[in-house]
């Protein structure tokens, strides 16, 4: 089979830019050069696997976990299944932290991603700004998994921990930064979503908000005297996650910060910072 035929394979069982996308990762080709290609012949083995892919997206399996990689701010992560599948919004909410950072801190300063599944956060940070510490915190030691293999591929000098976010962690740090699980119990999400991704990354009790409230009654420890707080949130989670933030927290100031569709998605908190 020719390049041709496989993408008359692929379009007729998936949206065609996810076919051309997964052939050109598979025949290590730019997608845009594949019709400069159209009558070379390809091989066995690789007409085999790119009939696989297709059929695994087909039925459900989302692209990222099919090509075992997703593009975060310009830094290639490995992800699987074990790991939530890095968005554009969480690159919005790196975006915005690194200019905070850039504002208040001039020295190099001691980081911390909870929650971090596949460490795109945290080591996106690492590579783009100066860092004393980089801790890659989760729960689930599967996620930490990925996240080894990502701090190898990146030469990362980022420590992984196994923890419950701050919990008998007592090391005090200048950015606190997490997407934590957000979604409520019994919210509909989409079903590729929810068929696939791991749920222990997704759900945070009844109202969405368990784990900014065991961060933000656990944080004050961990906070140097001067901190940057910084969550991705729920598109209605803006009030409730300050309110939370002015229970447990003194001398602060919020801003909430809308992503690119106009939706609350991130919520900043500067503890004497001004």
């Not at 699987?80 to 801190?105: A, C, G, H, Q, S």
């Not at 106009?262 to 910072?273: A, K």
Request: glycine content about 4%; aromatic content about 8%; hydrophobic content about 35%.
């Amino acid at each position: 089979m020719t390049i041709e035929d496989l993408l008359v394979y692929g379009k007729s069982h998936c949206h065609s830019d996810h076919a051309k996308i997964l052939l050109a990762e598979i025949l290590e080709k730019n997608p845009l050069e594949l019709l400069n290609y159209l009558g070379e012949e390809i091989s066995k083995d690789k007409i085999e696997l790119y009939k696989k892919s297709i059929l695994a997206l087909e039925n459900g399996k989302p692209l990222q976990y099919i090509m075992g990689f997703v593009n975060f701010y310009g830094i290639k992560y490995y992800i699987d299944e074990r790991v939530l599948i890095p968005r554009y919004e969480t690159e919005e909410l790196v975006e915005n932290t690194i200019k905070f950072i850039n504002t208040y801190f001039s020295s190099p300063i001691d980081i911390v991603d909870l929650g971090c599944g596949s460490g795109a956060i945290g080591l996106t940070l690492e590579k783009k700004i100066s860092t004393k510490t980089v801790d890659l915190i989760d729960i689930s030691k599967e996620a930490l998994e990925v996240t080894h293999k990502n701090c190898e591929l990146l030469n990362s000098k980022a420590s992984i921990i196994q923890n419950n976010f701050l919990t008998n962690i007592e090391k005090k740090y200048d950015v606190i930064i997490s997407n934590p699980p957000y979604i409520r119990e019994e919210e509909e999400i989409e079903e590729i979503v929810k068929e696939n991704e791991p749920h222990i990354a997704l759900y945070a009790g009844k109202d969405g908000l368990d784990c900014y409230r065991s961060i933000l009654m656990d944080c004050k420890k961990n906070m140097k005297d001067h901190c940057l707080i910084a969550f991705e949130i729920g598109k209605d989670q803006a009030q409730e996650v300050t309110s939370l933030a002015k229970k447990y927290l003194d001398h602060i100031r919020i801003e909430v910060k809308k992503d690119l569709s106009n939706r609350d998605r991130m919520v900043f908190i500067f503890y004497n910072l001004e």
